[in-house]
């Protein structure tokens, strides 16, 4: 937002991109698997972070979503054959239709009581997956082929490890470029506002609830694209998607990279996925009990999570 | 059929009182520390591990009813020293419940450890039946049941008639005031935490001869744990009994009927339902 950052913002950033198109090619499979784990799960804290980050919604339920837009772009391509883009094409169109609805219905609700209703309706989601084993595979979960990408003239196979990164990579950039770019909008800023001071930005004249339901769509259709790609890159899905451990993990991995600073919800799983990669090799055992205490000393120590820190230090001012 | 309904509709009520008992813990912490206790679930767990190896140990589960308790109070107390007197008051939801999100890893990894991931069972303490709608129905689970309302009546009554409660209610409604009055608040802190987690672990401790335990036995029981605390209002006790039954009752009926795992899918829609229409709390009006 401030000007002054702009200057090393755009280039750090296009560092940043280039390094992530260059380096994967010589790394081994596990880590190009490994990097594309981290894209996704970045857009999906993208998607937590735009709701709570950027709207001051503590949305606990994001992991419908995922499960929804993972679910919405398998089962058209098992049923009806359809291409990967057509079957994303679907997804957004039921993600951004179902979090339209979603976001009206409980737009009305503020903290605890929205914390409430989203965890909750996310665990009536897993039920339901789990109870409707033919549709959704329950537990055990569907595995399917992942057609290959059709450009038209020519097509690429998912099977190639590259493709599949350079897929998710280009996806995650332009969701990113595109999110970043609407939070600079006048209407994104309205959204801003919302969080800052409801009872204001109401004052002002804004629609408070409509700024929300926008907010909570983006956000909804953001997730459920990461659910997509995470299917997409598994070639499998499960009702566990709609569990609430999911949402868990990208609050997480969004408050340790950073609170609504866009990148830090890549900074986040990027650091923490590698971390635990590296930690569950090391001991298998205590990673999980070591996982927890990194995440309660980042609270403690550097709540405004990794990016926040590091804007902190280098604008010389807090927040 | 109808002894089918009657005989899920008792079991459903049993585990209202038990869910009920759990969620006084949970509004107990949140109403005070403003902390969404997810590791609520964990702590439930360790109740019924504890009296797992109680009943393994000293041969009798009756002990675990003092031992689970006691065990966590102990633990609470390291965790309210350790970690959540630094991040409480004024702090927002979503970090403190990030921090008890890093307790229940902690917590869950270390039962793991400790006790393996395979469930275990342990025996009937309470080995008798009763005749109920022509068919027989475990007495434990009865006890079950009225232990636990006898567990609330007990906190109710600590609630309101010692200094001790005393000192929780002042500081729920203004702790500075409180501590200027010279009420030890960061005592009062930990006490609360600690009560909140006994009545997770009382309740695991209850339902170990019921269900086969596991170390993620808590996953499920936090979520109803916490639309109960939502939907009844928060503090409000009869609120709290009253939507513990509505959950687990609703999920006792439809389960004789339908699926058990979409049965509770429907009961947590009908909280969801009900919180939409009076998200002020179930009893207030």
């Known amino acids: 937002m401030e000007s002054n950052k702009k200057g090393y913002k755009l280039p750090l950033l296009l560092g940043v991109f280039s390094l992530l198109i260059i380096v994967p090619n010589f790394l081994s499979p596990f880590y190009k698997q490994l990097l594309i784990e981290i894209l996704v799960f970045g857009l999906f804290s993208l998607g937590f972070d735009i709701i709570f980050g950027f709207t001051g919604l503590l949305n606990f339920g994001t992991s419908v979503f995922f499960g929804l837009g993972g679910y919405s772009v398998l089962l058209p391509i098992l049923h009806w054959n359809m291409g990967v883009w057509a079957a994303l094409l679907i997804m957004i169109i039921v993600c951004s239709l179902f979090s339209l609805v979603y976001g009206f219905l409980i737009s009305r609700f503020k903290s605890h009581y929205f914390v409430a209703f989203t965890i909750v309706v996310s665990m009536i989601f897993f039920y339901i997956a789990m109870a409707n084993r033919p549709i959704t595979g329950a537990d055990e979960g569907l595995t399917f082929k992942v057609p290959p990408l059709n450009f038209g003239f020519f097509s690429l196979s998912f099977n190639n490890t590259m493709v599949k990164y350079y897929f998710v990579l280009a996806i995650c950039s332009i969701v990113f470029f595109l999110v970043w770019k609407f939070f600079r909008t006048p209407y994104g800023k309205a959204i801003i506002a919302v969080r800052e001071n409801e009872d204001r930005a109401k004052m002002l004249g804004y629609s408070t609830t409509n700024l929300k339901v926008v907010s909570f769509t983006l956000s909804g259709v953001v997730s459920g694209v990461a659910g997509a790609l995470y299917v997409l890159h598994l070639g499998f899905s499960s009702a566990h998607s709609f569990f609430w451990l999911w949402t868990a993990r990208s609050v997480w991995w969004t408050i340790t990279g950073g609170v609504g600073t866009l990148i830090g919800a890549f900074v986040g799983p990027g650091v923490l996925v590698f971390f635990e990669d590296l930690i569950s090799t090391w001991n298998p055992d205590l990673y999980l009990i070591i996982m927890g205490v990194i995440m309660i000393l980042v609270i403690i120590l550097a709540p405004q999570g990794i990016v926040g820190s590091i804007q902190t230090l280098f604008t010389k001012r807090g927040r | ?285």
Not at chain 2, 86 to 114: D, H, K, N, W
Not at chain 2, 159 to 164: A, F, R, W, Y
Not at chain 2, 216 to 240: C, K, L, Q, R, Y
């Open chain 2, 1 to 285: 059929m109808i002894d089918a309904i009657g005989l899920s509709l008792v079991n459903a009520a049993v585990w209202a009182c038990i869910i009920a008992m759990v969620s006084l813990g949970l509004t107990l912490i949140y109403g005070q520390l403003n902390i969404i206790n997810i590791a609520h679930g964990a702590m439930y767990a360790i109740g019924a591990i504890t009296a797992f190896y109680v009943a393994d140990f000293l041969g009798s589960w009756t002990y675990s009813l003092l031992i689970s308790p006691l065990i966590m109070a102990i633990i609470a107390i390291i965790i309210y020293i350790s970690s959540l007197r630094f991040r409480i008051v004024g702090y927002p939801v979503a970090v403190t419940l990030i921090i008890s999100y890093g307790l229940m890893f902690i917590l869950e990894q270390l039962t793991l450890l400790i006790f393996g991931g395979a469930p275990r069972n342990i025996s009937n303490p309470l080995p008798y039946q009763i005749g109920l709608f022509g068919r027989t129905y475990s007495v434990y689970r009865i006890f079950a049941a009225i232990f636990s309302l006898a567990t609330i009546g007990a906190l109710l009554a600590f609630l309101g008639k010692t200094k001790l409660g005393l000192w929780i209610r002042a500081t729920n409604q203004d702790h500075d005031t409180a501590s200027a009055m010279g009420v030890p608040v960061p005592f009062v802190y930990m006490l609360t935490y600690v009560l909140g987690s006994i009545l997770a672990a009382l309740g695991g401790a209850l339902v170990a001869p019921m269900t086969s335990i596991t170390h993620n036995m808590g996953h499920e029981i936090v979520i109803d744990a916490f639309i109960v605390v939502i939907v009844a209002g928060f503090g409000s006790i009869p609120g709290t009994i009253l939507s513990a039954l509505i959950l687990s009752l609703s999920n006792g009926l439809f389960s004789v009927f339908i699926n058990p795992v979409l049965a509770k899918g429907i009961s947590l829609a009908i909280m969801v339902g009900i919180l939409y229409r009076r998200p002020e709390g179930i009893m207030r009006y």
